[in-house]
């Protein structure tokens, strides 16, 4: 099964910081590589796919990169609503996995 | 719009049976694969299962395999997880999922239900 680990499990930050959260899989995955946010309480939301492609409807402060086995999300500027635990999916090869998350606090 | 409800859950206890549903509204269920994903109080993710737009291929997580089924109707709308032999360590917030893929190629959920919790305790 491919291992995806997510850095740091943690992060404070103030309105307006920009935050970069990584993501590294255990074997090559190429670019089958998703991030989602969920917010307390709710279920998860899909930000992007395929490590860099904007889900419809999702902000543009959001960007992702990265291929091979090392990913990027990137919140350009945070928003008292990016407040959350965003993880990492590889879609490359079953079974699938998630990151174990990274939670998003305000400072 | 799109909308996933899921039902079934509650408390069992280990060894027991529980049968998951979740009914889909919104689009048309019959072209779509779809995803279970759990998660465990305070914990990540897991991915559970995956099952194809006409129900022919399935997939599950190691930890599952063997023990619980995926189906679907789609007569109904309607995707199932049939859990047997159930654990305290399946103890988890069940969410279904849509895939936009036929096939489950994508593997990626772009709508999610708001999830049914599963207890297993004696």
């Known amino acids: 099964d491919i291992q995806m680990t997510q850095s740091p499990s943690s992060l404070s930050a103030s309105v307006g910081d920009r935050v970069t959260i990584t993501c590294r899989a255990s074997?090559?995955?190429?670019?089958?590589l998703n991030w989602y946010q969920q917010r307390p309480g709710r279920a998860p939301k899909l930000l992007i796919y395929?490590?860099?492609t904007l889900q419809s409807g999702v902000d543009s402060r959001f960007s992702g990169s990265g291929s091979g086995t090392d990913f990027t999300l990137a919140i350009s500027s945070l928003q008292p609503e990016d407040f959350a635990t965003y993880y990492c999916?590889?879609?490359?090869?079953?079974?699938?996995?998630f990151g174990g998350g990274t939670k998003v606090e305000i400072k | 719009q799109v909308q996933l409800v899921e039902s079934g859950g509650g408390v069992v206890q280990p060894g027991r049976s529980l049968r998951l549903s979740c009914a889909a509204s919104?689009?048309?269920?019959?072209?779509?694969?779809m995803h279970w994903v759990r998660q465990a109080p305070g914990k990540g993710l897991e991915w559970v299962a995956l099952i194809s737009y006409d129900g022919t291929n399935k997939y599950f997580a190691d930890s599952v395999k063997g023990r619980f089924t995926i189906s679907r109707d789609n007569s109904k709308s309607t995707l199932y997880l049939q859990m047997n032999s159930l654990r305290a360590d399946d103890t988890a917030v069940f969410y279904c999922?849509?895939?936009?893929?036929?096939?489950?190629?994508?593997?990626?959920?772009?709508?999610w239900g708001q999830g049914t919790l599963v207890t297993v305790s004696s």
């Open positions: 999922a849509r895939d936009p893929s036929r096939f489950g190629d994508y593997g990626y959920a772009d709508y």
């Open positions: 395929t490590a860099s």
């Open positions: 919104g689009f048309t269920f019959s072209s779509y694969s």
């Open positions: 074997q090559d995955i190429s670019s089958y």
């Open positions: 999916q590889q879609t490359d090869s079953f079974p699938l996995t």
